[in-house]
């Protein structure tokens, strides 16, 4: 009998070590993998998922990884930066890509029942409505980020002939580092301006687009979240452009809706431009041959005598327009009767002889407001400092570290103009880290066969010379 009471309570976790010590490397990838899942989905029970929680969680998770790796008995730090192991961590994260991918991610609670059923409850509670900050991804990420130190590491020291390696894996660190600042840091939010002479200084917060709410008043009303800009930002003059002509050819696919009825939505938009070729999706195209621009049923001279010049009728007033269309679909061309933009007979079918639901219509119509392009004219004031600026949907305008897009205005307020703001601060090292994965792997493709080629070349005549 031992009469020690210490070595009896150290005899079963010396053997526990051992257990861990002697596990094949199938069970290991195993174990790290089920049970960073395992935890993150234990820890959501007690911490609420969010940007925030998921950087902590995944920070603290992967230091310790990290830790017990090193000490831990046993080739645990070899086994996470070995190939099995990388291979099974990348499907899992790839699996959580395509479930984020496949499910609505950043809904209502109350959405997921009734648009999945008895699943939409399993949904919310794994947090699949919100994957890439639920904690079982953070713990995944943590184990990804825990490899790559460890797979460094064990090259270390850095070598010229590992110099492309180390890179590659400070590359994959930073974007890492960049991803945790945004997913932590990052703002994105509306300005509303009015060309007035008025300034705002804040933004409301949304997140995928919706006004996020900080809390409700007495009234129950919601109160909207706002961050500071930092600046002052003035709207001098917004300016609207529209298109040269106010009507258009549409193509317009469909859509079956959950009542069974179709919805026929607008997939593309073109200007009325005689002889232009336009594709359409699907590899479909079409070409406006003939254009009208007062059409008269049954007055056929009149008719024949405005469709010659179709170049020229596009420049004249359209009183009541009409276009001839030459639609081309698998091959075969077909040419549509006068598409009356003001009557009913305005659309053709794409294939023109579908019998049942086509692939979608072109409609020659008139176009109800649209416009062609929108800007903004903004001034910046930080200080005694101010900046103009332009901003148009594809020219946005960086100041102090915040990123202003254009994305609405009011066609009945020619004052008014909606931006979207980003406070990015995570975005920089994201890129950095792209150039160094792009500078390790071509040093590794180019520099390394090279260095490879040169130590065989000195190498060899000693080798002949000892023998």
Known sequence: MNDNPSATAVAPQASKLQALAGMSEQSKVVLLVAGAMVTGGLLQLFVEPGPKALVAAGAIAGVATFVLSRTLPGRWRETMAGFRFTSVLLVALGLCAILGTLILQGRPLQEYPAKYGVVGDAIVAARLDDVFHSLW???????????????ALLRWPVKLRSLGFFTCHLGLLTTLLGAGLSCAFAVRGRVDLLADGSTVNRVHVTRAGQPQAKGYDAAGNAILATAPLGFELRLDRFDLVRYATEFRIGYYEPRKLPDGRMDWRLKASFDPEPGQRHLLPGGSSFT???????YRPGDEAANLAQGRDAAKTVKQELKNPAAVLQVAVDGSAVTSPPLVALGESNYLPVPPDARQVPRGILAFEKRDEEAKSYQSHVTAIAGGVSQKALVSVNDPFTFEGWTFYQVNYDPRNPKYSGLDAVHDPGVNFVFVGFALIIAGVSY???????LGRRRRAEVEPKVKAAV
């Open 288 to 294: 406006l041959t003939r254009l009208f621009s007062d």
């Open 137 to 151: 991804f953070g713990c995944l990420i943590a184990l990804f980020g825990a490899a790559v130190v460890n797979s």
């Open 444 to 450: 590794m493709f180019y520099v390394e066969r090279h």
